[in-house]
């Protein structure tokens, strides 16, 4: 990893920490003995993802990694994390199980990429996205479904989850409810390497499973959300 490489961690509330990664975030969760993470950045983000949770969540062992969908910039350092902590669990909405396990995948096509190539910010947003391992194979075997509407508890912290379509069929989004805060994964994201606006905005149509959905559940989440503290896949933190 360049050492010029580094990660913004914020402190969201006690025991909740938000890290915005190079291109991608996650976020850190402390409390009851154990720590929790929700997505874990792209495979090359490895050692950044472990960096975080030795600042954050020293010696404590990985009770739960909660993904908001399967794509590899967010699923990517599970396999090398369920190394260092066999015990951990990996848990999503029941209907993004399959591109978590790589039964399918939706995933951006090169297809969908090319024409945009001629613009410079979406070949370098390329170039990272295969440098940080976009390509190789992200696969996490065994992970548990999650149904709308379950509580969970993350690490002693309460939290709602929510099965929010569009930018994959199962995508699922994590209220916590203990921080007026919310993990919104790619449902609504602050920014982006292929956009040019910062602020809440749906991420670019062509990495958008089911574009219409995806659209118009941004708009529903960003009012609905207007009072909390956004934790976005892509992007700063937005508190409001
Ligand atoms: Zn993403």
Do not use: C
Request: aromatic share 4%; no cysteine.
């Amino acid at each position: 990893m360049p050492a010029h490489v580094a990660v913004t961690i914020d402190l969201v509330a006690p025991g909740i920490h938000f890290v915005e990664g190079p291109a991608s975030n996650w976020v850190v969760l402390t409390g009851d003995g154990t720590a929790s993470l929700i997505d874990a950045g792209y495979p090359g983000d490895i050692d950044l993802v472990r960096g975080s949770l030795r600042q954050v969540a020293d010696g404590l062992p990985l009770s739960t990694i909660a993904v908001t969908h399967g794509h590899s910039d967010h699923t990517g350092g599970i396999r090398e994390l369920l190394g260092d902590h066999p015990g951990a669990r990996v848990v999503s909405s029941e209907a993004e199980l399959p591109n978590i396990r790589r039964d399918v995948t939706h995933q951006v096509t090169a297809g969908a990429i090319l024409p945009h190539l001629v613009k410079p910010r979406f070949a370098r947003w390329l170039r990272h996205a295969i440098r940080a391992g976009g390509l190789t194979d992200v696969a996490v075997a065994d992970p548990v479904g999650l149904a709308d509407g379950q509580e969970l508890d993350l690490s002693g912290h309460p939290v709602r989850v929510r099965v929010t379509p569009g930018h994959t069929p199962g995508h699922t989004v994590y209220e916590l409810l203990d921080a007026g805060a919310v993990a919104t994964g790619d449902a609504l994201v602050t920014g982006h390497a292929v956009s040019t606006v910062r602020g809440p905005q749906s991420l670019h149509p062509m990495f958008h499973h089911d574009r219409p959905a995806a659209l118009a559940l941004f708009h529903e989440l960003d009012r609905e959300w207007s009072g909390r503290t956004l934790l976005p896949g892509h992007g700063p933190i937005l508190r409001r």
